[in-house]
């Protein structure tokens, strides 16, 4: 199981200033805490709670569907490009990143055991969409399409311009190279798709973007390139019984979510993510969206204006020891830094021992892993000196079972923050906002009115 690790929190370490009690604190909001997690599991099946992604672990159902689907196409495609925006695209991101060889796309077919190379259309760059379709043999690509309602504009304008390349390349037979992730029964791609014949995966009700890497949003793509999905689901399972005892001294996504709560109210109203693994990185930018979009509310549920929610920043040991580090240490004492560190790697990899009688020599004969680990030893043990409050996540091995639980983990973390700021974790009215005058902007029907004053706004 994964680890969690909060005495560079406590005040014993850095200070009563800029730390907490931790244990008391434990003990002050026990029966806080333990009245939450009790609430969040017991209403995971109530329709309307938007807590149906508790449950997405234990769908085997689904996992036997998609393997059996990507075991029906093996072979038959050498890309597959993924549709989505948001949580759409960032856990697919976060996942293959970690799960796959590096540089995956640069394998050849051999290397890569027969399986396509994968690419995210992810935000709606002209540049970058027309060179990744001008290196790409449309015919010999999946296209996976992705969204809940059909009407995201970013992914839907991507989806409209792939369609009809394929059908101008296919003919008829494009619809061989479309497989969409949708609503079971509403919105416009569900149309699409009913009405086009293709071939469809469900989008769960109850279950939010940021939310739904464990539907088929994430699985479907990740068993098309060869990850063990029943592996993942596992580790979400193992993890979910774990995380449901309600005694936050054996929590420890209570254990984090309530320091970040404190720490907030202490003024460290950011939170930074910093795995020490470059295969991990990906996954800061899931808890960015994860964290931000659940936490960062201006209502509670009381209606009163809070306008609360830690800022979360992404970082990379070591990369951001040579960027960010001097901000950390020196800059305003208004952070939580979340390291994530792997206890062991896939490799071993020496540093032999060349450049004798120089500056340099003490590292042969050490591993990068030695390096690596004192990298992360010495930034942490720095912060500590300058008073700055961190924690640390272990992970065992990097690997399906225990990406599965850490991403769980910090759902299930960011669940029990909202409730201890009393918000609404799982609505998302300021992204509603935009999306409106983005549909106002480009001549959607029905938003002429708002198109006008949107104008008027955007010239003045």
């Given at each position: 199981?994964?680890?969690?690790?909060?005495?560079?929190?406590?005040?014993?370490?850095?200070?009563?200033?800029?730390?907490?009690?931790?244990?008391?604190?434990?003990?002050?909001?026990?029966?806080?805490?333990?009245?939450?997690?009790?609430?969040?599991?017991?209403?995971?099946?109530?329709?309307?709670?938007?807590?149906?992604?508790?449950?997405?672990?234990?769908?085997?159902e689904?996992?036997?569907?998609?393997?059996?689907?990507?075991?029906?196409?093996?072979?038959?495609?050498?890309?597959?490009?993924?549709?989505?925006i948001?949580?759409?695209?960032?856990?697919?991101?976060?996942?293959?990143?970690?799960?796959?060889?590096?540089?995956?796309?640069?394998?050849?077919?051999?290397?890569?055991?027969?399986?396509?190379?994968?690419?995210?259309?992810?935000?709606i760059?002209p540049d970058?969409?027309?060179?990744?379709?001008?290196?790409?043999?449309?015919?010999?690509?999946?296209?996976?399409?992705i969204?809940?309602?059909?009407?995201?504009?970013?992914?839907?304008?991507?989806?409209?311009?792939l369609?009809?390349?394929?059908e101008?390349?296919?003919?008829?037979?494009y619809?061989?190279?479309?497989?969409?992730?949708?609503?079971?029964?509403?919105?416009?791609?569900?149309?699409?798709?009913d009405?086009?014949?293709?071939?469809?995966?469900?989008?769960?009700?109850?279950?939010?973007?940021r939310?739904?890497?464990?539907?088929?949003?994430?699985?479907?793509?990740?068993?098309?390139?060869?990850?063990?999905?029943?592996?993942?689901?596992?580790g979400?399972?193992?993890?979910?019984?774990?995380?449901?005892?309600?005694?936050?001294?054996?929590?420890?996504?209570?254990?984090?979510?309530?320091?970040?709560?404190?720490?907030?109210?202490?003024?460290k109203?950011?939170?930074?993510?910093?795995?020490?693994?470059?295969?991990?990185?990906?996954?800061?930018d899931?808890?960015?969206?994860?964290?931000?979009?659940?936490?960062?509310?201006?209502?509670?549920l009381?209606?009163?204006?809070?306008?609360?929610?830690?800022?979360?920043?992404?970082?990379?040991?070591a990369?951001?020891?040579?960027?960010?580090?001097?901000?950390?240490?020196?800059?305003?004492?208004?952070?939580?830094?979340?390291?994530?560190?792997?206890?062991?790697?896939?490799?071993?990899?020496e540093?032999?021992?060349?450049?004798?009688?120089?500056?340099?020599?003490?590292?042969?004969?050490?591993?990068?892993?030695?390096?690596?680990?004192?990298?992360?030893?010495?930034?942490?043990?720095?912060?500590?000196?300058?008073?700055?409050?961190?924690?640390?996540?272990?992970?065992?091995?990097?690997?399906?079972?225990?990406?599965?639980?850490i991403?769980?983990?910090?759902?299930?973390?960011?669940?029990?923050?909202?409730?201890?700021?009393?918000?609404?974790t799982?609505?998302?009215?300021?992204?509603?906002q935009?999306?409106?005058?983005?549909?106002?902007?480009?001549?959607?029907?029905?938003?002429?009115e708002?198109?006008?004053?949107?104008k008027?706004?955007i010239?003045t």
């Amino acid at each position: 199981m994964l680890e969690f690790n909060w005495k560079n929190a406590d005040e014993a370490v850095i200070g009563k200033e800029h730390g907490i009690n931790v244990k008391n604190e434990f003990e002050n909001y026990k029966s806080k805490v333990a009245n939450i997690i009790s609430d969040i599991y017991s209403n995971k099946n109530i329709s309307g709670k938007w807590l149906a992604w508790m449950n997405l672990g234990y769908n085997e159902e689904l996992v036997k569907e998609i393997n059996e689907y990507a075991k029906s196409i093996k072979g038959k495609f050498d890309n597959l490009l993924v549709l989505g925006i948001g949580g759409s695209a960032l856990g697919g991101i976060a996942v293959t990143e970690a799960l796959l060889k590096p540089y995956w796309n640069v394998l050849d077919k051999e290397q890569r055991n027969d399986m396509p190379r994968i690419f995210f259309v992810d935000n709606i760059d002209p540049d970058q969409i027309k060179g990744l379709l001008d290196i790409l043999n449309i015919k010999k690509t999946l296209v996976n399409v992705i969204t809940k309602s059909g009407s995201t504009a970013e992914t839907m304008s991507a989806f409209m311009i792939l369609k009809d390349m394929l059908e101008q390349d296919l003919g008829s037979d494009y619809k061989k190279n479309i497989v969409a992730t949708t609503d079971v029964t509403k919105g416009i791609l569900r149309q699409i798709s009913d009405k086009e014949g293709l071939k469809s995966f469900i989008v769960p009700d109850d279950v939010g973007g940021r939310f739904s890497v464990f539907s088929a949003v994430g699985l479907l793509p990740f068993a098309l390139v060869g990850i063990d999905i029943a592996k993942i689901l596992k580790g979400v399972r193992d993890m979910d019984k774990a995380l449901s005892n309600t005694d936050i001294n054996n929590n420890i996504a209570a254990q984090n979510a309530l320091i970040h709560y404190l720490m907030d109210k202490k003024g460290k109203n950011i939170s930074v993510m910093m795995p020490y693994s470059g295969r991990l990185k990906f996954v800061s930018d899931w808890y960015v969206q994860l964290w931000a979009e659940s936490l960062g509310k201006d209502k509670d549920l009381d209606g009163n204006d809070v306008n609360v929610g830690p800022t979360p920043i992404k970082a990379l040991g070591a990369t951001d020891q040579h960027s960010q580090i001097q901000l950390y240490n020196e800059g305003p004492n208004d952070k939580l830094i979340n390291f994530i560190r792997v206890k062991e790697f896939d490799n071993t990899l020496e540093i032999p021992t060349v450049f004798q009688n120089t500056g340099i020599s003490y590292l042969g004969g050490k591993t990068v892993n030695d390096l690596n680990n004192a990298e992360a030893d010495s930034t942490r043990v720095a912060l500590n000196d300058y008073k700055r409050p961190n924690v640390t996540i272990t992970v065992p091995k990097v690997n399906e079972y225990y990406l599965g639980q850490i991403l769980y983990m910090l759902e299930i973390q960011t669940a029990i923050a909202g409730a201890l700021y009393n918000i609404d974790t799982f609505n998302q009215p300021g992204v509603e906002q935009a999306k409106n005058y983005i549909y106002a902007l480009m001549g959607r029907k029905g938003y002429e009115e708002s198109a006008k004053t949107l104008k008027q706004k955007i010239n003045t």
